[in-house]
């Protein structure tokens, strides 16, 4: 059989099977850049160290006496834990609200607990070697000029705090080769019908007649074969890598990540309330520093809201400055308010919580359902 493929006249027996081998070229097959060897050194991806940044902002200090007077969340009522838990029950398709109407609260133990939160949000950048089919497009190749290193491309950041990932070509590092994959034929063999176009009627097992019947198969027609379903026919198949073009484009891809890190401490509570719920509880914002750097807070009342934010900008700090670039961080520290109610109903005591400047409500045990395969949150 023979098949014409971008006006050359190709036999498929001289189309080999599709090989079995990786998906980027080998590294001899690319010709080096200056300043990018690295790529051939290291298995073809690098992450690029971010240029040193100035030191930041000098550490200031705070009246936190000021901070706490102006900052005072609201107590709870038995009023308002009341109409926490019916408002509550009424989300829940299998609670009863006649316990939340008739309890009796014997003790509301309320307690306000700080809540630090460190953002770090970060640029880190990986180059590599990439490559699509050549569609005779403009070739940005060295001979334009000298690629510019990886941190002096400049790019539009998304806004702070929020993640992203973005891929670009580096500028002149476009190299036109055969594709490594069908060595430039464009086509592979078919592996189903071996090149020919034709498998074995699965009607009839190719005997061009069923068994036990003298008429001939109508599938095939009695020929005993079927068109390959892989191949349509043709005996070949279209290469994947190059998109039967032959030839592949290569160039440094450049992807850039944003991250945003988040440390996250809540003070210690003498209350059973879950430390889950808390840490996405809504708050009071009692303070909150945002710069290129932050500094550990060291002097707020509660120690171990100052250890927090020592302990956290150190983790992100050793973390982040080997591979990536801090363009912000954040800092807060949120009032939370939590409230055990203790209640009586129909001669046994139970117990709930109400956390959040929101009144969210986490029930113990609720008295008052009507089946049991419901997830209590």
Not at 41 to 52: C, D, K, Y
Request: with cysteine.
């Amino acid at each position: 059989m023979i098949i014409c493929h971008g006006g050359l006249a190709q036999s498929v027996a001289d189309l080999s099977f599709e090989a079995e081998s990786p998906l980027a070229p080998p590294a001899e097959l690319l010709e080096r850049l200056p300043s990018y060897d690295w790529l051939f050194q290291r298995g073809g991806q690098q992450i690029m160290f971010p240029p040193l940044e100035a030191p930041g902002r000098p550490l200031e200090q705070r009246c936190w006496s000021s901070f706490l007077e102006h900052s005072r969340v609201p107590l709870v009522t038995e009023e308002v834990a009341r109409e926490a838990l019916l408002s509550f029950v009424s989300s829940k398709c299998c609670y009863g609200s006649t316990a939340a109407g008739d309890l009796i609260i014997q003790e509301l133990k309320q307690q306000t607990l700080c809540r630090y939160r460190l953002e770090t949000f970060s640029e880190s950048r990986i180059s590599e070697w990439t490559f699509q089919p050549f569609t005779n497009q403009s070739v940005d190749g060295p001979q334009r000029g000298t690629s510019p290193r990886l941190w002096d491309i400049k790019v539009q950041v998304p806004p702070m705090f929020q993640e992203d990932t973005r891929k670009f070509q580096v500028p002149h590092s476009s190299l036109v080769k055969e594709c490594h994959k069908c060595h430039g034929r464009g086509r592979y063999k078919c592996s189903g019908c071996h090149g020919s176009g034709m498998v074995r009627c699965p009607s009839c097992s190719g005997a061009k007649r069923k068994a036990k019947q003298s008429r001939r198969c109508q599938m095939c027609s009695g020929s005993g074969r079927r068109r390959c379903s892989t191949c349509s026919g043709r005996g070949s198949k279209t290469c994947a890598t190059c998109k039967g073009e032959k030839r592949l484009l290569h160039f440094i891809q450049l992807v850039i990540m944003w991250k945003n890190s988040l440390f996250e401490f809540v003070s210690e509570h003498r209350l059973n309330c879950p430390r889950e719920l808390l840490a996405k509880a809504k708050g009071e914002s009692l303070f909150k520093d945002e710069n290129t750097a932050v500094y550990p807070i060291v002097d707020f009342p509660l120690r171990e809201i100052s250890l927090a934010s020592q302990r956290g900008i150190a983790e992100h700090s050793a973390a982040l400055s080997p591979r990536a670039r801090v363009l912000q961080q954040r800092q807060t520290i949120e009032l939370i308010p939590v409230t055990e109610v203790h209640y009586w109903y129909r001669g046994q005591t139970y117990v709930y919580y109400i956390y959040g400047t929101d009144h969210r409500v986490h029930v113990v045990d609720y008295p008052d359902r009507y089946c049991f395969g419901c997830t209590i949150i």
